[in-house]
């Protein structure tokens, strides 16, 4: 909010009134950020005050609202065919798949009757998800045809009415996710994230701990792809996501979003790179191009804390910010946030000089905080 808000006066418009981000706001408004026309009138209203020049949003699900108020207010942003090309997941796989760009094949899927036909073509195990969630990690992991139903319904219950469902193989190989910003010659990646999935959320995918390294191995492999799938999809400047997996045969796309979506990992990718890419987000709202600065200094990686339910959320000792170790912070929630099935009551950070060691470091803090009785 910090960053945003030295970009420009910043507006809010969300489900609940602001609270620890009310010092960084101009105004704000509330309304469902899932009621596209009802956030076009609380924008309006906020017009009526104040000259908006940009629209910025974080989770995919809000995509379509922000989409709505650059087409009515005339703002700057991403084209309406690359919003239409990424918000639905198996759009997306036809238009990759059309440009000679290896992805996960997402299968579109309106019923049980198909959803089966396309887990006896793709073979378990598979995932199932909205084909354009309105949550995040509403995929599921399906073993058998006795999970199918049960995913099927959640996967439905979690899409934007009208979508479908898609189902897709769930690839072996490493988890990678490319994240770009502004070069002179167009989008360029400036760094990639590792996400290994937690066992307690199965069969939902929840990232457990995630590790951007600086000098990561697997980057030409994965420059390459992410930059023919963002050229396929249309996008041509400003932040992007091109999630994907590195399987033997090469890396194959999974999904791909036109915006930065996680601010923490943003600060991250700053930390180890130099490049500001929640900065930039501000800049692109504003239709502005923003060349990112880069100093790329080893590794840094997240660990994701459990909430314990009755029992307090830490040691009576902890605090903000508290280093675990000499190389690991421990971040604090002032309560239990829910994601997914889970409940988290904080996340650690550490750094390192790459992959390995910030892992190695990630858990060693993690072991110390278990010894003092938090779950992580």
Request: negative net charge; aromatic residues 4%; charged residues 15%.
């Amino acid at each position: 909010m910090q960053r945003l808000a030295a970009v420009g006066p910043l507006l809010l418009i969300d489900a609940q009134t602001p609270t620890w981000q009310r010092p960084h706001l101009a105004d704000a408004r509330t309304a469902n950020l899932l009621d596209p026309p009802r956030v076009l009138d609380e924008a309006r209203k906020l017009a009526s005050v104040w000259p908006i020049a940009g629209v910025l949003a974080f989770h995919p699900a809000h995509a379509r609202a922000a989409a709505l108020l650059r087409q009515e207010l005339a703002l700057p942003g991403p084209s309406t065919a690359t919003i239409e090309a990424t918000a639905l997941r198996h759009r997306t796989a036809q238009i990759l798949t059309g440009a000679g760009v290896d992805n996960s094949g997402a299968a579109h899927v309106d019923s049980y009757e198909q959803a089966l036909e396309a887990a006896h073509q793709v073979g378990f195990p598979l995932v199932c998800k909205p084909a354009s969630p309105r949550t995040r990690y509403a995929a599921r992991r399906v073993t058998g045809i006795p999970d199918l139903a049960e995913a099927l319904s959640a996967a439905t219950a979690a899409t934007w009415p009208g979508t479908g469902t898609v189902i897709e193989p769930l690839l072996d190989g490493i988890e990678a996710t490319a994240y770009t910003a502004d070069s002179p010659s167009g989008p360029r990646v400036v760094a990639i994230s590792h996400a290994t999935f937690d066992p307690q959320a199965e069969p939902a995918l929840l990232p457990a701990e995630v590790v951007v390294d600086a000098d990561d191995i697997c980057a030409p492999a994965i420059e390459d792809t992410a930059s023919r799938a963002l050229s396929a999809l249309g996008h041509r400047s400003g932040p992007a996501q091109i999630r994907m997996r590195l399987t033997s045969t090469g890396p194959r796309i999974i999904s791909v979003t036109a915006h930065l979506t996680d601010p923490l990992l943003g600060m991250l990718i700053e930390q180890v790179t130099g490049a500001d890419l929640i900065s930039q987000s501000g800049q692109h709202a504003l239709g502005l191009t923003y060349l990112a600065d880069e100093n790329r200094i080893g590794a840094a990686a997240v660990h994701f804390l459990q909430g314990s339910g009755a029992t307090p959320l830490l040691p009576p000792n902890a605090a903000a910010h508290s280093h675990v170790t000499p190389y690991a912070t421990l971040h604090p929630y002032p309560a239990e946030r829910r994601v997914g099935p889970l409940r988290r009551s904080g996340h650690l950070l550490v750094s390192g000089t790459d992959y390995a060691q910030s892992i190695a470091r990630l858990r060693s803090a993690a072991a110390e905080i278990r010894s003092a009785h938090l779950p992580a």
